[in-house]
């Protein structure tokens, strides 16, 4: 899910705060990047940040010394309380702001994935509620699987047992209707009526 949105999280992002920023799976292969060569290459800092758990700032010096990394800080990337991956921010020079930034990179990250699978899982919710209605219309008691169905149903959330009778309702030409029952009732609201 993270590759899907990387480079657009990552262009964003830059462009907004003014810095590069890089993106990388949990197992710290560059997914997002400023510079499109870096893709594919491992971020050396981002492995110790994944396993720790934790933020991470690396200094000219200390940043010489990994292979693919740049001063700045390295963020772990956490969804469902998994580490998914990490986000780095180059090198600001005041320590506070690179924090700053380095979170609020790392939260719209993190935003973004959860709206992703949320969008995801509620469309694998539709489609699935579409086959069960799909599945009553076409259910043939004499053909048809009765605990299969009811399984189906119990599982989005709906008890398919106990007796029901679909109703259909037409408001075509509501506003005609509504008028007509206004002009005859002028004390009730026609919508009621």
Known sequence: MLKEVAQKIVKSTSEVIGYDVLITDDKG???????ESRLGTLHEASLS??????PESHCPEVAKMFRGVKPGITLPIELGGRIVGSVGVAMVDDPDVLYKYGMLVKKQTEILLREQIFMKSSVLRDQALSNLLQEICAFDPSGSDELLLLTRGQELGYDLKPPSIAIVIDLFQFASLTERIQKEKEHQSPEIM
């Open 29 to 35: 292969i560059v997914i997002g990047c400023c510079d």
């Open 49 to 54: 940040v994944i396993k720790m758990k934790r």
